[in-house]
């Protein structure tokens, strides 16, 4: 089986890998760049434990090659904070307990993330409809969108 | 598995045309991924469209036409910003697919191709009377979204054949579309019965209709019988209920644990009717 050889960029720095072309983006940003943050919580688009963003397209990186990624730009959730500063949304899901286990969390803020960049003032029902792709088994999903909103709300003082 | 990324059509068809075993076309990868990791399909070949040139670009011709390249996705129709004031059907149909993230990826080519009875673009775009360009050996050709289908998970396409790009007529005064479909969640699930209508009024009257059915056959359907109970009507309730006869008669569905064939036959005549009530109000003017 030949290798493909991938180069992309990740976080704003350029990273190259080896993969064979059945190998998801997921398994490459885990195994091969060591990027354990997105999870795989099912392997076929329905979790959305596994969300990052593709040229700044929110998708599921289970549901995406890795021969895919060459010459895109990735964000995964390792990009999120700057140094030891939390982003915002970070902030905010510790104030407001919003995960538990933690496992949807990574995929959780990713999705937040790109939702605030495109809506800055979301609704509650709008913040619910964009993060019905990113399942929480432990939560119940209202702190969640409690820290979404009370993010945006900051980050529309702020702004 | 050969992964290859052609920079053309030509190319594409061409590497299909000389490949053996299993082929399958890479757009949004919603529908091939999900076989390939559950081991439903193992393609030998894998051909991804998204590098040849303008596939993701939305056009609207001097006519009022539209070619959407193969690899505009559902999140890129809703976003842009006339695609929906004109064929609001066509994108709220396309939208339904997935969450967000889905969105992302999935095109209503993949949608059409993976040949799902109940892929739920597909009956909006045949009540809007799209078509495709089916690229191949033998060069274009230009088909109707109906007849691409031809059972659960099988197209007309044939071996090297792909579609190259998709068509939509001019929307054209006082036109309105829509599209429902029945789920048992509110979010995330399959259609048990999908209904796209499209029609044309001149005053009050119904000029033209087009109604096409999802998940109640081993093809999306073209329903004729339904065009006819609407078209000359003002959809009263004489013409609201042969439409609903018309709809519930053509259905010819599967008893499965979403829907029985009792369920999907009732539903079908009812969504009909609704779909075509907003098609009605929005091709008067009365709503977006
Ligand atoms: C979580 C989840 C939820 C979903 N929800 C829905 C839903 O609610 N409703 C629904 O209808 N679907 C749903 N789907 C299925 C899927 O997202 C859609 O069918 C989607 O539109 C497929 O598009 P794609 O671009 O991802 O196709 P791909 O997976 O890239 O391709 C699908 C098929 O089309 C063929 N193909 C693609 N492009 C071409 C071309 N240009 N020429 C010839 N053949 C081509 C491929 O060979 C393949 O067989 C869901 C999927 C997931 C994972
Ligand atoms: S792991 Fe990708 S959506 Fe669940
Ligand atoms: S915190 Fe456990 S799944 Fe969300």
């Known amino acids: 089986m030949t290798k493909h050889h991938v180069t992309t960029t990740v976080n704003g720095d350029t990273v190259e890998y080896l993969c064979d072309a059945r190998e998801t983006l997921l398994d490459c940003l885990r195994d091969k760049l060591n990027l354990t943050g997105a999870k795989e919580g099912c392997g076929t688009g329905d979790c959305g434990a596994c969300s990052v963003t593709l040229d700044r397209r929110l998708v599921c990186s289970c549901l995406v090659l890795g021969v895919e990624a060459e010459g895109k730009q990735i964000e995964t959730i390792e990009g999120m904070a ?11 899901f510790i104030e407001h307990a919003a995960l538990q286990c933690g496992v949807c969390t990574p995929g959780v803020l990713v999705a937040a993330k790109a939702l605030l960049e495109k809506n800055p003032d979301p609704t509650e029902e709008e913040a619910r409809y964009w993060l019905a792709g990113n399942l929480c088994r432990c939560t119940g999903y209202d702190k969640i969108i409690r820290a979404v909103l009370d993010t945006a709300a900051e980050l529309r003082e702020a702004s | ?19 053996t075993g299993i082929t399958r076309f890479l757009a949004g990868g919603t529908d091939v991924l999900v076989q390939l990791r559950s081991e439903i399909v193992t393609p030998d070949t894998l051909i991804d469209i998204k590098a040849i040139d303008g596939v993701r670009d939305i056009t609207r011709h001097a006519d009022g036409s539209w070619t959407l390249g193969v690899a505009v996705t559902g999140a890129e129709m809703s976003e842009h910003p006339q695609l929906g004031r004109e064929w609001p059907g066509v994108v709220e149909a396309m939208d339904l697919i997935g969450s967000t993230q889905i969105q992302g990826r999935a095109t209503p080519v993949g949608n059409l191709c993976n040949g799902s009875p109940a892929a739920d673009s597909v009956p909006a775009m045949v009540a809007a009377g799209a078509s495709v360009t089916v690229t191949g050996p033998a060069g274009d050709r230009v088909v109707a979204v109906e007849d691409i289908p031809t059972g659960p998970g099988k197209t007309s396409l044939a ?10 007529p001019a929307r054209g005064a006082n036109g309105g579309d829509a599209y429902l479909r029945f789920i048992p969640r509110t979010e995330m699930d399959i259609a048990v019965v999908g209904v796209g209508v499209s029609l044309r009024v001149d005053g009050d009257t119904i000029t033209e209709a087009r109604v096409s059915l999802g998940a109640v056959a081993p093809t999306v359907l073209l329903v004729e019988e339904c065009a006819r109970a609407l078209i000359g009507t003002t959809l009263d309730d004489t013409a609201l209920a042969a439409l609903a006869a018309a709809a519930s008669a053509a259905c010819k569905p599967i ?6 064939i009792e369920f999907r036959t009732e ?8 779909a075509a009530k907003i098609a009605y109000a929005r091709a008067k003017g009365e709503t977006a």
Do not use: C, N, W
């Not at chain 1, 700057?82 to 905010?92: A, D, I, M, N």
């Not at chain 2, 598995?1 to 490949?19: G, K, T, V, W």
């Not at chain 2, 071996?159 to 939509?168: D, F, N, R, T």
């Open chain 2, 1 to 19: 598995m050969q992964y290859h990324r052609p920079a053309s059509f030509a190319e594409a068809s061409d590497l299909a045309a000389h490949a």
């Open chain 1, 82 to 92: 700057r140094g030891e500063t939390l982003h915002p949304l970070q902030r905010k």
């Open chain 2, 255 to 260: 008893d499965d644990k979403r829907g029985t």
């Open chain 2, 267 to 274: 539903v079908a005549g009812v969504l009909a009717k609704r």
């Open chain 2, 159 to 168: 071996q090297g054949e792909l579609i190259s790009a998709l068509h939509i």
